[in-house]
C-alpha cells in the first residue's frame, strides 16, 4: 500500500487503475470494493475523503481488498488516517513497512512494524522517530534488497547454528550418560564448556554475518531474488528440524567413534572428543559459506592457534600426553566422518535442485 500523491512507478502496463473518489457515496464505495475484489490486475487509487468513510463503514471488506491488491494508494491523507491505515494492516497480519519523509508521518512510522525515515527538506522528525533513516528515496531500493535480504539470511543462519551448536554439546553429553550407565558427571569440565562456547567457536560463528551470496550488482539487477526471503524457507520448521538431526548425528558420531578407536580413559575421551568437535564445527562454518571472506579465514586460524596454545594450559583437563601423530590422524578420520557426509549431501542438493539465485548466477 501506498500513501503519496500518485501512481508513478507503481502500475504496470497490464494494470487497470480504479479511483474511489472524495464525491462517492458509501454505496459506490462499496460496490467498487466488491467489483475490484474480483479481478487481480487492477490498482486502487482512494482520495483522503473517500478513504476515512471506508474506514468507517467498510474497514474489513477494504483492509481484506487492499491487502491483496498488486498496490493500492492513498492520496492527501490527514496524519491519522495513515496511522489507522497502518494499524489495521498489522492487525490483519500483514508486515508493514512504512516510509516517510516529514513530521505528519510519524505517527504512521511508528504504527507500523519497520519505521524508515527519509532526512529530506521537511526536517529531521521522520528519520529521528523511525527504526531506519536514508538520505533520499532511492536509497530505500538497497535497503530493502541488500541490507534487508542479507539480514534475513544471515540472522536465520547465524540462530541456527547457535542453536546446534549448542545442541551438538549436549547430544555428546546424553551419550556419554546413556553408555556409561547414567553417571552423574559432567564429559568436559567447566573451562572447556566456557573454551567451547567462546574462545574456540565465537569468531568463527558470528563471522557468519559477512557472508554474501551474490553481489550488490546482480541483485538490484535481479530484485525477483528478494521474493525468495518472502517464502521464510531460511527459517522455518524443516531447516530448524534439519539442524537437529545434523547435531544428533554430529555428537552421537564424535562420542562413539571416539570412544571405540582409543582407550576406555576417560580423559582420552575427553580430549579426542572435545578436539573431533572443535574441527567439525570450524568445518560447518565453512559449510554454510558462499564466498569465503578474509575475515572468516583469520578467525578460523585464529581459533586454531588459540586451542592449540591453551591446551597445555589445561592438561588436567585434556591428555597432552595423547597427542601423537597416530592421535591426530584419527581425530581428523572423525573430524571428516561427522563433517564430509554431510557437506557432501550438501553439494549435491545444491546440484540436483539449485536456489533461485544459484540458477541467475549461473545464467548470468
Request: net charge positive; hydrophobic share 50%; charged share 15%.
Amino acid at each position: 500500500m501506498c500513501i503519496r500523491d500518485s501512481s508513478t512507478g507503481i502500475q504496470a502496463q497490464s494494470h487497470e487503475v480504479i479511483i474511489a473518489k472524495d464525491g462517492m457515496d458509501d454505496l459506490e464505495l462499496q460496490h467498487l470494493l466488491l467489483e475490484f475484489g474480483q479481478r487481480s490486475n487492477r490498482i486502487l487509487f482512494v482520495e483522503g475523503g473517500a478513504l476515512g468513510r471506508l474506514i468507517e463503514k467498510h474497514p474489513k471488506l477494504f483492509f481484506e481488498v487492499a491487502s491483496t491488491a498488486p498496490a493500492v494508494v492513498c492520496c492527501r491523507c490527514l496524519p491519522t488516517q495513515k496511522a489507522l491505515v497502518a494499524e489495521r494492516l498489522r492487525a490483519l497480519g500483514v508486515r508493514v513497512a512504512a516510509v516517510g519523509d516529514g513530521g505528519n508521518d510519524v505517527g504512521m512510522i511508528q504504527s507500523s512494524d519497520v519505521g524508515i525515515g527519509i532526512v529530506g527538506k521537511e526536517g529531521t522528525q521522520a528519520a529521528l522517530a523511525s527504526d531506519f533513516s536514508i538520505l533520499c528515496f532511492r536509497d530505500l531500493r538497497k535497503l530493502i534488497l541488500w541490507h534487508g535480504r542479507n539480514a534475513y539470511k544471515r540472522s536465520s543462519t547465524l540462530a541456527q547454528f547457535v542453536i546446534h551448536r549448542g545442541l551438538i554439546i549436549s547430544i555428546i553429553q546424553l551419550f556419554f550418560t546413556l553408555t556409561f550407565y547414567y553417571v552423574a558427571i559432567s564429559i568436559y569440565n567447566g573451562f572447556l564448556l566456557v573454551g567451547y562456547t567462546t574462545l574456540y567457536t565465537s569468531l568463527p560463528v558470528f563471522c557468519l554475518i559477512f557472508d554474501e551470496d551474490i553481489d550488490l550488482k546482480n541483485l538490484l539487477k535481479f530484485p525477483i531474488l528478494y521474493s525468495q526471503g518472502q517464502k521464510g524457507r531460511e527459517l522455518s520448521s524443516k531447516t530448524f528440524l534439519l539442524w537437529i538431526w545434523k547435531s544428533i548425528y554430529q555428537g552421537g558420531l564424535i562420542f562413539y567413534l571416539g570412544l571405540f578407536l582409543f582407550d576406555r580413559s576417560f580423559l582420552v575421551i575427553v580430549t579426542i572428543t572435545f578436539t573431533a568437535l572443535i574441527f567439525s564445527e570450524l568445518l560447518n562454518v565453512y559449510s554454510e559459506l558462499h564466498r569465503v571472506h578474509p575475515v572468516m579465514v583469520v578467525s578460523q586460524l585464529l581459533t586454531l592457534v588459540v586451542y592449540m596454545a591453551s591446551i597445555f594450559f589445561l592438561n588436567q583437563y585434556i591428555n597432552t600426553k595423547a597427542l601423537t601423530p597416530r592421535f591426530l590422524m584419527i581425530v581428523c578420520g572423525i573430524t571428516l566422518a561427522s563433517w564430509g557426509p554431510l557437506h557432501l549431501i550438501q553439494q549435491l542438493r545444491a546440484w540436483w535442485a539449485p536456489s533461485e539465485q544459484a540458477k541467475i548466477m549461473n545464467a548470468v
